[in-house]
């Protein structure tokens, strides 16, 4: 394994047994979190990037998730981590900027409080240095007043200002991998630009390692390395992100960046159809019913992803009937 991969998340699945049936909302992915590098993830509402993101941090077992597979980080395994051992590890090795950032805040402490104890838990620093280093990362992210907002409660701010008080911690606790699932969702603009600033400032000084989840594809192409696109918990291609953008070759992949607002554009084209439920999802290519390239061998393809060039795989009968006709000789 290249030893620059800090995180190297391996067969992963999430299943969530419910009444009707099981949620499939992740189907066996592998990724890769390299030291300094940012791995984007893209992908329609509900693939399943959130859960995979919230299950690496131990965030969706206490709501019975089932999670098999595993996610390596220096010589352990995340997913088979007791509830303490997995407390010990977020913070400093691995942190997260959540989508919903009021879930992961106690209503009872301040800002001050939280982050202060989130330091003084990995940190050795005394309690004066912690507020210091604190009120000085508040700062960073443009937080106005950051002595003030140090007494202020969760419920006093704004999901966007939740947001970056999440980024403030994670630039105080310079952790190995960080996972941002939309860290920049609710912020305008210019707020988003800094942000975005300091995580590539993080990524620079600290080489942390970063999961990027993000539906604008404008911040994907700008701050990813690597691009990976998830579709009903599957990965279905994987590449640098330049030649993501460039050469895709999953039809959903195109599709989705087709789909890719731009400003001379005349009409907004969308994919059509509906992606499958993923409750009890059947066998097959999950992208089937909407795919205008589909072709015979796709309806029982199980979506393995296969190597079609240097560093890009891909996940799709097309090209694995292509490989094999080229393998066998008769192109
Ligand atoms: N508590 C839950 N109970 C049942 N199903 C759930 C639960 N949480 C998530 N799911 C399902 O799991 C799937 C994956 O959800 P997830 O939040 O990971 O999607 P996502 O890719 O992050 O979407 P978005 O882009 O909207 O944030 C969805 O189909 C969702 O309906
Ligand atoms: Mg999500």
């Known amino acids: 394994m290249n030893e620059q991969v800090v995180l190297n998340l391996k067969n992963f699945h999430a299943h969530l047994p419910a009444k009707c049936g099981v949620v499939r909302a992740v189907n066996g992915i592998s990724l890769q979190i390299a030291r300094g590098r940012v791995l ?25 998730w089932v999670l098999t597979g595993e996610a390596q980080m220096q010589g352990k395994n995340l997913l088979a981590l007791n509830a303490e051992a997995i407390r010990r590890c977020r913070g400093k090795e691995i942190a997260i900027i959540m989508q919903n950032p009021m879930a992961a805040f106690n209503p009872l402490a301040t800002i001050g409080q939280h982050f202060t104890e989130t330091i003084r838990s990995h940190l050795p620093l005394p309690e004066k240095a912690s507020r210091d280093l604190a009120i000085k990362c508040l700062g960073y992210v443009g937080l106005p007043q950051p002595e003030k907002l140090m007494g202020q409660y969760s419920f006093q701010l704004s999901g966007g200002m939740l947001q ?50 993000s539906h604008d594809l404008g911040v994907i192409a700008q701050m990813a390395d690597d691009v990976a696109v998830m579709y009903c918990g599957y990965i279905v291609e994987l590449a640098a992100a330049e030649r993501l953008f460039n050469n895709p070759l999953h039809p959903y992949t195109r599709a989705l960046l087709a789909s890719k607002p731009q400003m001379r554009k005349k009409s907004l084209q969308t994919i059509g159809g509906q992606a499958p439920s993923l409750l009890n999802l059947a066998r097959g290519c999950p992208f089937f019913a909407r795919c205008s390239e589909k072709n015979r061998h796709c309806s029982h393809y199980s979506p393995e992803l296969i190597q079609y060039d240097h560093r890009h795989l891909v996940g799709c009968a097309k090209y694995a009937v292509e490989q094999r006709t080229l393998q066998h000789g008769f192109a």
């Open 40 to 64: 984007g993830l893209v992908g329609e509402s509900g693939c399943g990037k959130s859960i995979t993101c919230l299950s690496l941090l131990g965030l969706t077992r206490e709501n019975g």
């Open 164 to 213: 970056r008080v999440m980024i403030a911690i994670a630039l105080a606790m310079e952790p190995k991998v960080l996972i941002a699932d939309e860290p920049t969702t609710s912020l305008d603009v210019t707020v988003q630009r800094q942000i975005l600033g300091q995580l590539i400032h993080l990524k620079e000084k600290s080489r942390t390692g970063m999961l990027l989840v």
